[in-house]
């Protein structure tokens, strides 16, 4: 079983549609959880954290369920710049910096 | 401040010859990583270093892998002699010794062996 699963997408939307991503991961010791953005051919870039009471940043909320080991993603009136593959990441706890990366889903939002 | 730097961007070289790509954390950052993307799949870790020291290198692929951190400032990670199968991006990234305000990505190197 992968550490980090995500929903393997590709994922097709109109402008404004509401979006969804999903991800599980397996290390229960796992402490800290991110969602990451990474535009084609591009780096990976920090969109949220992801807090056990849920977070929201503008059109974005970010859900973690510690007891299912699920993390989700969701976007509201998608734009055409959110076009991206989301990257769903585990961080272990302590001195343990390493970042566990699921493979990502690809969301395309259409005009 | 300027972010993380990664030289080349690209390389391309063929398969048996040596490789050596750089990287420049944030000035600052005691903590480095590298990470790589191999063709179709996720993104995976290779090594931490705390200044100069290597903290946790339990994802380098084989011996034909070497990173250093002389000084703590910046890292080069050599791959001698790449294979076919080395192929992918590797990033680097950095952050703070305490990991506050999370990781800063470099824009990667795409190593190419033919």
């Known amino acids: 079983r992968k550490e980090v699963e995500q929903d393997p997408g590709p994922f097709n939307v109109p402008e404004g549609a509401t979006v969804a991503f999903n991800c599980t991961y397996s290390n229960s010791a796992s402490q800290s959880f991110f969602w990451y953005r990474q535009d084609c051919r591009k780096e990976p870039k920090l969109l949220m954290s992801v807090y056990s009471s849920g977070n929201e940043d503008g059109r974005f909320t970010a859900q973690l369920n510690r007891a299912s080991q699920y993390i989700s993603l969701l976007i509201r009136d998608s734009k055409l710049s959110d076009s991206a593959t989301y990257l769903c990441v585990v961080k272990g706890g302590g001195s343990n910096y390493k970042l566990t990366f699921g493979k990502g889903t690809l969301l395309t939002v259409n005009p | 401040e300027a972010g993380v730097t990664q030289f080349p961007s690209h390389s391309v070289i063929e398969k048996g010859q040596t490789v050596t790509l750089r990287c420049d954390p944030i000035s600052g950052h005691d903590n480095l990583y590298w990470y790589r993307r191999v063709m179709g799949k996720e993104i995976k870790f290779l090594l931490h270093?705390?200044?100069?020291?290597?903290?946790?290198e339990s994802g380098m692929p084989n011996n034909r892998f070497l990173a250093e951190r002389t000084g703590g400032t910046y890292s080069t990670l050599k791959v001698q002699p790449a294979e076919l199968e080395d192929s992918g991006v590797y990033f680097c990234?950095?952050?703070?010794?305490?990991?506050?305000?999370?990781?800063?990505f470099g824009s990667g190197t795409r190593l190419t062996v033919v």
């Open positions: 990234a950095s952050s703070h010794l305490t990991f506050m305000g999370g990781y800063t």
């Open positions: 270093f705390v200044k100069e020291s290597k903290q946790d």
